[in-house]
């Protein structure tokens, strides 16, 4: 079984200013996918940032990157530059990639992020 | 176009009574999957379905809980004789099988209080 770890449970950042949020995940397989979602006040998951752990190179979008470091298991998100518009919860999530699993994802419980003015 | 939508947004019901939440999938998603996440917690898998083949119930907490789903468009997920445990955001969510990127679009969710 998978299982995801966000040992953080607040964080609190300044506008302008660069966060990192952790994650560590522990599976014995090797060909999965690892997410960061984001969540709103108004409950709609946002995915934000995707890596596949066959790829080497770190996954970036815009603002937001990941440090993907497979041999340690950890997966954290780096957001640059945070807005307002950043607060929010932020849930990382696994994914396994197997010929019959069903790609359903599982989540750490999630940090809250708040961005200060 | 249109997301995944979730209907009700809140449903109050009584402790015992059976409760019965819909989820409209994006047009052409042939995998669906419902999740619940408790106050202050993560997402957790319930149910999954995809196309015509027998779903994976494997994250049904109880026989209280079952879902349907009529091909690849509407999903019900219902709760009988309900617990004050079950209360929680019901969340749905659907994605291309054949995507290579397996995003999963969420819908809103259906919160659940069970008094």
């Known amino acids: 079984a998978q299982t995801v770890t966000q040992s953080q449970p607040e964080m609190s950042v300044q506008e302008a200013e660069t966060v990192t949020l952790s994650c560590t995940y522990d599976t014995s397989e090797n060909n999965y996918y690892l997410f960061w979602y984001k969540q709103p006040p108004s409950r709609q998951m946002i995915l934000v940032i995707r890596q596949e752990a066959y790829k080497q190179q770190n996954a970036t979008e815009n603002r937001f990157s990941v440090n993907f470091q497979k041999a340690a298991k950890s997966f954290s998100l780096k957001i640059s530059d945070s807005q307002l518009g950043d607060t929010a919860m932020y849930f990382c999530?696994?994914?396994?990639?197997?010929?019959?699993?069903?790609?359903?994802?599982?989540f750490g419980k999630g940090i809250t992020l708040s961005v200060r003015p | 176009g249109a997301g995944v939508s979730q209907s009700p947004s809140n449903k109050v019901t009584e402790k015992g009574k059976d409760v019965e939440l819909r989820c409209d999938p994006i047009s052409g998603h042939t995998a669906l999957y419902w999740y619940r996440q408790r106050l202050g917690q993560g997402l957790e898998f319930l149910i999954y379905f995809q196309g015509n083949s027998a779903p994976d119930k494997s994250g049904l907490p109880s026989d209280r809980f079952s879902a349907e789903r009529t091909g690849e468009s509407v999903s019900t997920l219902t709760i009988q004789r309900t617990q004050q445990e079950d209360s929680a955001v019901y969340l749905c969510a659907s994605s291309l099988w054949t995507s290579p990127s397996y995003e999963q679009y969420f819908g809103p969710g259906t919160r659940l209080t069970v008094t």
């Open positions: 999530a696994f994914m396994l990639i197997r010929t019959g699993a069903n790609s359903k994802l599982t």
